[in-house]
């Protein structure tokens, strides 16, 4: 039977504008128009507050201020932009090595096999938006669905701080009283030819005669649009090349104290991150803790590698675990996480005979199965101890 595909597609809110108006007190529930301050230049975003407006990304700066004439325009700070984006890809990373970045602000995740680990889809989508707050202060909107044309479309059609999940064995009939604008590859020009023809929803397009797309849009175009409108999209999520971690960090929602418990919740840690590594193929070379003190929301990180890579929760909490005596537990702790580093892609798993495994290998295999068994049969199964 083959695994259920859940793809999501996280995109931030009016990014730069909410940023600005975040950093601003002064600026918030205005009009904020982000963009080049003259006359000549165009908007790079517009606040929620600007766009009934009519003001949108990509309009020129004097039309947007003709539109929206008390409106405050504050100049494009992107070097800032980019900083808070990365701590934005850096919480989506502690969920799944599995992200795609599309541009500064959005990316797709492929959370597929992970509600062991996070839960529904939607409890999925709600711990990673809550994760970007944490961090950021800044909200996004979600879309859930079974591929990445369906999940980027969905994330659009609940904005601003909102969720849409695109039902699984449903695509079709739900994209299908969208306009045919919604499709990706349908702009202006394309959008004219189609009503011409009288094509004005997705549904449309898809009871639509492939030649007779093909006459007026050209073959590679109608196919890739008549795929579209069918809800199909087979493409996978690509990882950033310059990913060179996974973590998990969890916001504790008491302050902890004391290596013992400590330890509880840096174990819980190191299980999710080397599930992690397995759902992506991949071997970790050294691990990173990481801690925020309460007192200050001081920040410290330690870090070790190992003597070989490895994807078993056992051997990661181990070193992690030692790597806790390089730091002050007797002061209150909120937030406790672990990462791995350094990391391999595993080609195809080895097969050696049981006595020509190192115990490393063993633990990996044992879990690796163990995955299997709980992907399908639920998380709550318990093996014990080991």
């Given at each position: 039977m083959t695994r259920q595909r859940i793809i999501l597609h996280v995109d931030m809110d009016a990014f730069f504008a909410a940023v600005e108006q975040r950093d601003h007190s002064d600026l918030r529930g205005k009009p904020i128009i982000v963009g080049g301050p003259s006359q000549r230049g165009v908007v790079s975003t517009a606040s929620y507050e600007a766009r009934p407006f009519g003001v949108h990304s990509a309009l020129p700066m004097a039309q947007a201020l003709r539109r929206c004439p008390q409106a405050i325009v504050v100049p494009v700070r992107m070097r800032h932009y980019a900083a808070i984006s990365r701590q934005i890809m850096d919480v989506m990373a502690t969920f799944t090595p599995l992200m795609e970045p599309?541009?500064?602000?959005?990316?797709?995740?492929?959370?597929t096999g992970a509600e062991t680990l996070f839960g529904a889809p939607d409890a999925m989508a709600r711990s990673?938006?809550?994760?970007?707050?944490?961090?950021?202060q800044l909200t996004c909107s979600v879309g859930i669905a079974s591929n990445k044309f369906l999940a980027k479309l969905a994330s659009d059609l609940?904005?601003?701080?909102?969720?849409?999940?695109?039902?699984?064995?449903?695509?079709?009939s739900f994209i299908a009283?969208?306009?045919?604008?919604?499709?990706?590859?349908?702009?202006p020009k394309a959008a004219a030819q189609l009503k011409k023809i009288g094509l004005a929803t997705i549904g449309d397009v898809a009871t639509?005669?492939?030649?007779?797309?093909?006459?007026?849009?050209?073959?590679?175009?109608?196919a890739h649009l008549h795929a579209l409108a069918h809800a199909e999209d087979d493409r996978r999520v690509v990882p950033s090349r310059g990913r060179k971690s996974v973590g998990s960090e969890n916001t504790l929602a008491k302050d902890v104290r004391g290596r013992r418990q400590v330890e509880r919740v840096l174990r819980r840690q190191c299980e999710r991150v080397a599930r992690h590594l397995r759902r992506a193929s991949l071997r970790a070379g050294g691990i990173r803790v990481k801690l925020r003190y309460s007192r200050g929301f001081r920040l410290q990180t330690r870090q070790c590698r190992l003597p070989r890579p490895v994807d078993d929760s056992r051997t990661i909490f181990e070193l992690a675990a030692e790597l806790l005596g390089r730091f002050n537990l007797d002061q209150p702790i909120r937030l406790v996480g672990a990462a791995a580093f350094d990391l391999e892609q595993v080609d195809s798993p080895k097969q050696l005979h049981l006595f020509e495994q190192t115990e490393d290998d063993q633990r990996s295999d044992l879990e690796h199965a163990v995955d299997e068994i709980r992907d399908r049969f639920g998380d709550k199964i318990d093996f014990g101890s080991s």
């Open positions: 599309l541009s500064i602000d959005e990316a797709f995740l492929d959370m990673i938006k809550d994760a970007i707050v944490e961090r950021t609940d904005k601003p701080d909102g969720i849409t999940w695109v039902p699984f064995g449903q695509e079709q009283p969208l306009a045919i604008d919604k499709l990706w590859g349908v702009g639509a005669s492939l030649s007779i797309l093909e006459g007026h849009l050209g073959a590679g175009h109608a």
